[in-house]
């Protein structure tokens, strides 16, 4: 079935030690978040991708950076983690209206849990 | 600015009654996408429903149905018939025509449907 795949499930990462999480869709959407959730919060959006175009969200710190190397693939890299960062992150994609058939909802991933030691 | 407020944190109801979820926003925008999505708990988050501002016609999936109210930028779920697998966050978005797909939330509200 298509869909959207988060890799890992859960994660523990030190403090101050780089991780990556990782995306993957065999949707062929063209666009790609990344939300930030904490506990019983709504996602809070990072960035995203529409094709390669990189977008980023005013209020996302520097130490959150992306990657898009094709289509099917997005990766969240946090250079620094922090105990503030520990929560849920997720990957959604939903396909361009601009290609002339209805914007559809985002889909979403099952998320990464964060935690952060 | 868009804002997407749910007045409820959390409900309450028994197993089978039909409950209500209340969710207003703030536009000057006049086409617009609005969200009802569903998170249950440690799962993933999937679209219960899908209303577009130009249709009058409020949208229905199965036992789930929307009350939108565009004059008063109102855009209420109805579930009916709840089953304790409703069990979940219900979280109202919005987004507009041509946005950069920016989703914009409420705060959610917690659905509990009791045996």
């Known amino acids: 079935d298509a869909m959207v795949i988060q890799n890992p499930r859960y994660q523990v990462t030190q403090f101050g030690k780089p991780v990556t999480l990782s995306c993957s869709q065999t949707?062929?959407?063209?666009?790609m978040y990344w939300y930030q959730q904490k506990s019983s919060q709504a996602p809070k959006l990072l960035f995203h991708y529409y094709d390669k175009d990189f977008n980023n969200e005013a209020d996302t710190p520097d130490n959150f950076q992306s990657r898009r190397p094709n289509t099917s693939f997005c990766f969240l890299d946090i250079r620094s983690p922090g105990l503030g960062d520990a929560a849920m992150y997720l990957c959604a994609t939903s396909r361009d209206r601009l290609a002339g058939t209805p914007l559809r909802e985002a889909f979403f991933g099952q998320g990464t849990r964060l935690t952060v030691v | 600015a868009q804002t997407v407020t749910q007045s409820q944190p959390e409900m309450s109801v028994q197993e089978a009654e039909t409950v209500t979820l209340s969710c207003t926003y703030d536009t000057s925008e006049n086409n617009y996408y609005l969200f009802w999505y569903k998170q249950p708990p440690s799962r993933q988050m999937i679209l219960v429903i899908r209303?577009?501002?130009?249709k009058q016609q409020n949208a229905t999936e199965n036992r789930f149905s929307v009350n939108f109210q565009k004059a008063a930028k109102s855009f209420s779920l109805k579930i009916s018939d709840s089953q304790l697998g409703d069990t979940a966050m219900y979280f109202c978005?919005?987004?507009?025509?041509?946005?950069?797909?920016?989703?914009?939330w409420g705060a959610g509200t917690k659905l509990i449907i009791k045996p």
């Open positions: 209303q577009e501002a130009y």
């Open positions: 978005a919005f987004m507009k025509f041509g946005s950069n797909y920016q989703l914009i």
């Open positions: 949707l062929n959407h063209n666009v």
